[in-house]
């Protein structure tokens, strides 16, 4: 290993040796892959107690420093979660593999059959904060799709994804996956993640997990390839039409199931016309939600003033700000002036109204009569996810194994020449 002190030696030849893995893996059947993971899940069983004990030191350094609830949430683990790791792992490990899948196939008019196929990116690299169940998710994810994963976790999180990664690299070994298939880094060092922000030739895509400075930093300073999304400004939008105790339900899990992920709800938009808006805000606060409402909310419930700030804000914590609108139509132009094309929900009974919300509002997740808290790729079907993006180009929404190839043009001929 290069010198630690040396964050750009350091990436470099992690940087060498995931290349090599990910060549190794390229060319791997699915079947060697998925026993891999299945040995790393195994293995995360296995040490559970270790990594309780690890966890259980970043959890006091997290209490001494002051994190917020919120952000000790993602950070704690406990035999559930660490079962959830295993499982998630496991999950990956049965999907359909994308590698070597055939997209699409023509046949020119001079005999030339092209058929696009499914490959690996490479070498990708993952900076994270706070949750360490995402150096299972993320190296489970990279390895399936055939690709060597450098590993980047913060600092309030280095005691768990250490014990994560040991246990997740001994299972690898054991099943005969190559060493390098999945690196952390060994410092938690800021300057390391610049050197993988620039590491051309070494890291094919970056793929920021984390706050909005963290990937506002990458998405500045990356000269390499980036996968990411901003803020997680989630609406709910509650219609005339909508059953008053579905309303309640959604908007109440949307908020309060888990604060500080980047599907909970931070917005929730109440059409003019629902009978019941006064119930809805009762509800959030009932549940701990402190909330803050527009000149209608506060004049018939006596809530707090929001600023013109909250509506921008993403609280990742018990606080939600509430606006009436003037139907779907004044729900859609809200969500385009303050959303971040993450997630977005509507709940109504009618269904001319649902399918327009569905249609025209620009997000990478759109619901109908569901919680914003399905945002999330195993509650997809994806098994994990590396993140969920919100950009337009090569992945939107929950990103798990196909979000992790790119492919490749094969064309076979009969001797054709131009």
């Known amino acids: ?40 899940a195994a293995a995360l069983r296995s040490a559970e107690a270790p990594i309780l004990a690890a966890n259980a030191r970043d959890m006091a350094a997290g209490e001494a420093r002051g994190l917020s609830a919120a952000l000790l949430d993602r950070l704690k683990l406990d035999a559930k979660r660490i079962d959830g790791m295993a499982a998630g792992v496991e999950a990956v490990a049965g999907l359909a593999d994308p590698v070597g899948q055939v997209i699409d196939r023509s046949e020119r008019p001079n005999g030339l059959q092209l058929s696009r196929v499914r490959v690996p990116i490479g070498v990708i690299g993952i900076i994270y904060e706070s949750r360490p169940n995402v150096t299972a998710d993320a190296a489970a994810l990279c390895v399936m799709a055939g ?28 099943a005969g996956l190559p060493a390098d298939a999945a690196q952390l880094v060994p410092v938690t060092d800021r300057a390391a993640v610049g050197a993988m922000l620039a590491a051309e030739g070494a890291i094919d895509l970056v793929v920021p997990r984390g706050g909005k400075s963290l990937v506002a930093r990458v998405q500045a300073e990356a000269r390499v390839p980036v996968l990411a999304h901003l803020d997680g400004i989630n609406h709910v939008y ?56 527009d000149a209608d909310i506060v004049a018939a419930t006596g809530v707090a003033s929001a600023s013109a700030e909250d509506w921008d804000t993403e609280y990742l914590d018990a606080i939600a700000s509430v606006a009436l609108v003037d139907g779907v139509a004044g729900a859609m132009a ?15 009974a009618d269904e001319g109204v649902a399918e327009r919300f569905l249609a025209d509002v620009d997000s990478a997740i759109v619901l109908w009569n569901a919680s914003t808290q399905f945002a999330d790729g195993g509650e997809f079907g994806l098994g994990a996810e590396i993140g969920i993006a919100t950009g337009r180009l090569h992945a939107r929404g929950p990103v798990a194994l196909e979000g992790l190839t790119t492919y490749k043009w094969i064309g076979r001929g009969t001797g054709q020449v131009r």
């Open 1 to 40: 290993m290069a010198d630690a002190e040396n964050p750009t030696e350091l990436i470099a030849e992690m940087g060498r040796r995931a290349r090599i893995a990910a060549a190794t893996l390229a060319g791997m059947p699915t079947a060697a892959k998925a026993a891999g993971l299945r040995a790393a």
């Open 147 to 174: 690709n060597a994963a450098i590993l980047r976790g913060g600092s309030e999180a280095v005691h768990s994804n250490r014990a994560i990664h040991a246990a997740l690299a001994a299972g690898f070994a054991a």
């Open 238 to 293: 509650v219609d005339g039409s909508a059953d008053p105790a579905m309303a309640r339900e959604i908007v109440v899990n949307a908020k309060m199931r888990r604060t500080g992920i980047c599907g909970s709800m931070e917005t929730l938009l109440i059409d003019r016309a629902f009978p019941s808006a006064a119930m809805l805000v009762e509800a959030l606060a009932g549940a701990g939600c402190t909330v803050r409402g």
């Open 334 to 348: 809200h969500i385009a002036r303050h959303g971040s094309h993450h997630t977005d929900a509507i709940v109504a």
